[in-house]
């Protein structure tokens, strides 16, 4: 079993920051890529960013340039650093564990007011 705990949401102005964080623990080794997604009112769930566990990484189209996401040398905990944020990021965001099965976080809320 792997668990996933969030944090760093909330509400933030147009072209502001955030950082969200998500440490997994249980059977971390198991892992092999953790990521980012996020459902956008009245939208399906999508991809944000992803990290492998040799550090590829992939981002959305969308956030490419404005966001980062990078893990710690544990290699069980996921940063997803937002810079200029725009209204339109605004989503619940959920944490992603790859292994044999897939495990999610709860969700933060992020709000980037205009």
């Known amino acids: 079993q792997v668990q996933l705990v969030e944090s760093g949401g909330g509400l933030v102005q147009a072209g502001g920051s955030l950082r969200l964080s998500c440490t997994a623990s249980?059977?971390?080794?198991?892992?092999?890529?953790m990521g980012w997604y996020r459902r956008a009112p009245g939208k399906q769930r999508e991809m944000v960013a992803v990290?492998?566990?040799?550090?590829?990484?992939n981002y959305a189209d969308s956030v490419k340039g404005r966001f980062t996401i990078t893990r710690d040398n544990a290699k069980n905990t996921v940063i997803l650093q937002m810079n200029s944020l725009r209204p339109e990021d605004t989503a619940v965001y959920y944490c992603?564990?790859?292994?044999?099965?897939?495990?999610w976080g709860q969700g933060t809320q992020v709000t980037v007011s205009s």
């Open positions: 990290i492998s566990s040799g550090s590829t990484t």
């Open positions: 249980g059977s971390i080794f198991s892992i092999y890529a």
């Open positions: 992603n564990a790859a292994a044999p099965y897939m495990y």
